[in-house]
């Protein structure tokens, strides 16, 4: 029980820099070098259906996170699990990578190898191989490099992972007793688990998609998305193509059986909502029908206005449909009445629709031509 107890505090407390953690501790250090002794490993690849993996390979790292040598691996690609006979293990640090084929945009799809680095004497024996373990890792080796204990490093890239696209203070959380658990938990969530992927999807191919995550892990690695460029075109994707994106998330969700997707629709939209404040000049909604013009030059949507329209649960922010640009923006806004506004020899009436969830289209004109009754 002691062992246990002093286990969950280690891993509670990782994500603080402020509180030191002896790792010379007797007790401690004989917890961890039983949790390497005789470890039987099974995992999970958890990816949508658009990666086709090939190949799972294990390999053991030093104390630097460098490779030392390389561990037999049992692959079965149709369930994506893996397993690594009992054994014992001469570091606590365990570097998982699948290399396949990526097929979203295109038919032939593109080579991709992804990866995760975990501690295994800090986690149970099963791992999980997901699109975030990969982009945290040039990260994590940047912190471990300047000294962070790996646990640490590992929790503030989390974090930082999480602050491109959840309105999440690293501070706040740092001083959060326990924050560490339930944050990297929510990674269960289809939303969370998908969501990452399509900050990528700019390039419109899959090579490009494939290129784009490695030029995006180069620039985190310091803890922050330093390419403004790739950052704005990420949120215009997102702008213009928020319907699709939803649907191909929904899709994903239902093919991997994963449960209470509709509960999670809200976070999709959320998650849109925070990431184009950080590529738009804070742009951030505090009520529906609320105007923004976009001041960012690099964005197609340069000088152009958009909208924050409330959903059932949450706001979402899209471009003025064609004729919103003539007349002005038609949203929900709570207790308005009717407007009538003329153009171009016609007449037209802003209802105010109803909330709903989400739209089905970008382009949606909720201004109606006015007829005679």
């Known amino acids: 029980m002691k062992f246990l107890l002093l286990a969950l505090v280690f891993f509670f407390i990782g994500c603080s820099d402020s509180i030191d953690v002896s790792y010379n ?65 001469e570091s606590r640090y365990l570097q998982i990578t699948t290399s396949g084929l990526w097929k979203n945009f295109d038919s032939s799809g593109h ?107 180069k620039s985190f690695a310091n803890g922050v998305w330093q390419d403004s460029v790739a950052r704005v075109k990420s949120a215009d994707y997102l702008l213009k193509n928020y319907y699709m994106l939803y649907e191909l998330l929904t899709d994903w969700a239902f093919k991997e059986a994963r449960d209470h997707w509709s509960e999670e629709r809200y976070y999709f939209i959320d998650y849109i909502s925070n990431v184009l404040p950080k590529a738009f000049d804070s742009l951030r909604c505090s009520y529906s029908g609320q105007t923004f013009q976009i001041s960012a030059p690099t964005s197609e949507f340069y000088k152009d206005s958009v909208v924050c329209v409330e959903m059932e649960l949450c706001m979402l922010v899209r471009p003025f449909t064609d004729l919103e ?32 969830l989400i739209p089905d289209s970008t382009n949606v004109e909720n201004w109606k031509l006015k007829r005679d009754d």
Request: glycine share 4%; charged share 30%.
């Open 25 to 89: 501790d007797d007790a401690y250090e004989q917890y961890l070098q039983e949790k390497l002794k005789k470890r039987e490993i099974y995992g999970r690849l958890v990816f949508p259906v658009s990666f086709v993996p090939k190949s799972v390979n294990a390999f053991e790292l030093d104390s630097n996170l460098k490779k030392t040598h390389e561990l037999d691996v049992s692959f079965d690609a149709k369930k994506k699990t893996f397993e690594i006979e009992k054994r014992d293990y």
């Open 111 to 217: 080579e991709v190898t992804f990866e995760s680095i975990t501690d295994i004497a800090a986690v149970s024996d099963s791992l999980y191989l997901r699109l975030f373990s990969h982009l945290e890792i040039p990260r994590i080796k940047q912190l471990v490099k300047e000294g962070y204990p790996f646990v640490t490093a590992k929790n503030k890239a989390v974090y930082e992972l999480f602050s491109l696209y959840r309105d999440t203070s690293l501070s706040s959380l740092e001083s959060s007793f326990g924050v560490g658990l339930s944050e990297q938990l929510e990674l269960k969530k289809s939303t969370t688990e998908y969501f990452p992927y399509v900050l990528f999807f700019y390039g419109g191919t899959d090579s490009a998609f494939v290129k784009d995550i490695e030029k995006f892990r």
């Open 325 to 356: 640009k003539k007349l002005g923006a038609c949203v929900y806004e709570k207790n308005a009445k009717d407007v009538t506004k003329e153009y171009d020899g016609n007449t037209y009436i802003c209802k105010h629709p109803y909330r709903y």
